[in-house]
C-alpha cells in the first residue's frame, strides 16, 4: 500500500483546508486509515482514523473542527479542517494499516504535507 498526500498550506487563523490521501494498493486490504501530525519538537500525534466499515474517531483537541472521511471509489481518504488555530500548525501524515502474518498491522505513511496556521 502506498500513500500520497497533498493539499497543505498556509491559512490564517479561523480559516479551513482540506487534506487529501490517495492510496494505491489492495484498498480493501486496509483495516484502519488515519490521520497524525507531527509539530516541531514534538512527537507524531494521532487526529483522526477511519476504519474500513466507516467509523471514525477524532481526537478532543481536533473534535468539532476537522473531519475525516473517505471515499471508497477513489481510494483517497480526506481531512476537513475548519476553525484553524496556530497550534495546529504541523506536517500531517496519512496512515493506513494492513495486517501482517505476526498479527500485528503494517503500517503504511504517505510522504506528509505541511499545514502552517498563522495568528
Known amino acids: 500500500v502506498q500513500l500520497q498526500a497533498s493539499g497543505g498550506g498556509l491559512v490564517q487563523s479561523g480559516g479551513s483546508l482540506s487534506l487529501s490521501c490517495a492510496i494505491s494498493?489492495?484498498?480493501?486490504?486496509?483495516?484502519?486509515m488515519g490521520w497524525y501530525r507531527q509539530a516541531p519538537g514534538k512527537q507524531r500525534e494521532l487526529v483522526a482514523t477511519i476504519t474500513s466499515t466507516g467509523t471514525t474517531n477524532h481526537v478532543d483537541s481536533v473534535k468539532g473542527r476537522f473531519t475525516i472521511s473517505r471515499d471508497s471509489a477513489k481510494n483517497t481518504i480526506y481531512l476537513q479542517m475548519n476553525s484553524l488555530k496556530p497550534e495546529d500548525t504541523a506536517v500531517y501524515y496519512c496512515?493506513?494499516?494492513?495486517?501482517?502474518?505476526?498479527?500485528?498491522?503494517?503500517?503504511?505513511w504517505g510522504q506528509g504535507t505541511l499545514v502552517t496556521v498563522s495568528s
Open positions: 494498493g489492495t484498498f480493501s486490504d486496509i483495516r484502519v
Open positions: 496512515n493506513a494499516k494492513t495486517p501482517s502474518p505476526s498479527g500485528w498491522f503494517r503500517d503504511s
